[in-house]
């Protein structure tokens, strides 16, 4: 398999009427404008319809990275590389996985993920930028200074993720 044949989803999530919850929103659109990301990198941002990044998954991608907010009681604007570990429905009953489901436009993304796992579309490597926030409040537009500065690291992150991804999986 050639770089070139390898597919990565590199995926913004968020609510940017919430504060530092638009981080990984802020950080794809940012990515968005550079002009040396590789034709086999599909950037998007999603915000919180978590049908939008199921519906684009659905088309096959070897590597999944999400970029969003995450809360782990650090200081506010550190970054986390993290590897999502999905819960377990197998217990549930018909009626609770589709109430878990029923919702896909409001999913988060971990009930998205679960989604694609379900169906067998998730992809092998899924990982997750996520940058400790200062405050998430309803209707508060823009990030906190200290999360706007981390988002240069935080783009720098993710190119070296695409590229560490890229030449591992070229040799294949």
Not at 56 to 69: F, K, N, P, S, T
Not at 114 to 136: A, D, H, M, T, W
Not at 152 to 163: G, L, Q, R, V, Y
Request: glycine share 10%; with cysteine; charged share 25%.
């Amino acid at each position: 398999m050639s770089d070139q044949d390898y597919r990565l989803l590199v995926v913004g999530v968020g609510n940017v009427l919430q504060g530092d919850d638009g981080f990984g929103v802020e950080l794809a659109n940012r990515l968005m404008l550079r002009t040396d990301i590789p034709d086999n990198i599909k950037l998007m941002e999603t915000g919180i319809g978590g049908m939008s990044l199921i519906q684009e998954l659905m088309y096959g991608y070897d590597a999944l990275l999400i970029l969003d907010a995450y809360q782990n009681g650090g200081e506010p604007g550190q970054l986390y590389l993290l590897e999502p570990i999905l819960p377990d429905l197998s217990g549930l009953k018909p009626h609770e996985l589709r109430d878990y489901f029923a919702d896909t436009h409001y999913a988060t993304p971990m009930r998205a993920l679960n989604f694609l796992s379900r169906v067998g579309q998730l992809p092998k490597v899924v990982n997750i930028v996520g940058c400790e926030p200062e405050e998430i409040d309803d209707m508060t537009l823009g990030l906190s200074k200290v999360v706007t500065d981390a988002i240069p690291k935080a783009e720098k992150m993710t190119i070296d993720w695409i590229s560490r991804h890229l030449k591992s999986e070229a040799y294949l």
